[in-house]
T-cell receptor, first 112, second 122 residues
Framework: GQQLNQSPQSMFIQEGEDVSMNCTSS?????WLWYKQDPGEGPVLLIALYKAGELTSNGRLTAQFGITRKDSFLNISASIPSDVGIYFC????????????FGQGTRLTINP | GAGVSQSPRYKVAKRGQDVALRCDPISGHVSLFWYQQALGQGPEFLTYFQNEAQLDKSGLPSDRFFAERPEGSVSTLKIQRTQQEDSAVYLCASSLEASVLPAPSSYTDTQYFGPGTRLTVL
């Protein structure tokens, strides 16, 4: 089945630093989405990307839909303590399925 | 407004017991999804409903797993004869509309997730 390879698996940074994480796939995706999950909660959508090459920002978050439709990155600028959590990339596979395919997640830890 | 709710939040079952997990989607949402999230992993798709019709159940791991949405609103995921490998968080998500395939391009197909039910099978 289709898989999303997300890296890094974990990050330990200082407050105020910028963060970058990415997701790749061997197959084409129609959409790329970035979710954040806090302990004991469901994933919350941060950014949605619908077109190849699209670059979208949401506050301190910026994400891009790769031109090949096989990758995406998420950047967080000037990290703050509430950014701590697990970030997942996800996408709709190109076969047109309604389901989302998720990456394995990037666990972000911030040292104050 | 109310989001997606799931109950129970935690369930402990003895191996071999049957369990039923409930999902209340956002009112008026047409699409409903169930995902399974193992510890330390991303969610994995189980099944999808459009109104009361189960259009995709390709992710259900075995015939012990059964889902229904009889009136196109509340959904129940049932697991029969639970096994230890069924231990996971079960997430429900709903979206206002079905994605317009092959190119979803609208906020109306955004999937909103509930808090999940953590199932532990002893």
């Amino acid at each position: 089945g289709q898989q999303l390879n997300q890296s890094p698996q974990s990050m330990f940074i200082q407050e105020g630093e910028d963060v970058s994480m990415n997701c790749t796939s061997s197959s084409i995706f129609n959409t790329w989405l970035w979710y954040k999950q806090d302990p004991g909660e469901g994933p919350v959508l941060l950014i949605a990307l619908y077109k190849a090459g699209e670059l979208t920002s949401n506050g301190r978050l910026t994400a891009q839909f790769g031109i090949t439709r096989k990758d995406s990155f998420l950047n967080i600028s000037a990290s703050i303590p509430s950014d701590v959590g697990i970030y997942f990339c996800a996408g709709h596979p190109s076969q047109g399925a309604q389901k989302l395919v998720f990456g394995q997640g990037t666990r972000l830890t911030i040292n104050p | 407004g109310a989001g997606v709710s799931q109950s129970p939040r935690y369930k402990v079952a003895k191996r071999g017991q049957d369990v039923a997990l409930r999902c209340d989607p956002i009112s008026g949402h047409v699409s409903l999804f169930w995902y399974q999230q193992a510890l330390g992993q991303g969610p994995e798709f189980l099944t999808y409903f459009q109104n009361e019709a189960q259009l995709d159940k390709s992710g259900l791991p075995s015939d012990r797993f059964f889902a229904e949405r009889p009136e196109g609103s509340v959904s129940t995921l049932k697991i029969q004869r639970t096994q230890q490998e069924d231990s996971a968080v079960y997430l429900c998500a709903s979206s206002l509309e079905a994605s317009v395939l092959p190119a979803p391009s609208s906020y109306t197909d955004t999937q909103y997730f509930g808090p999940g039910t953590r199932l532990t099978v002893l």
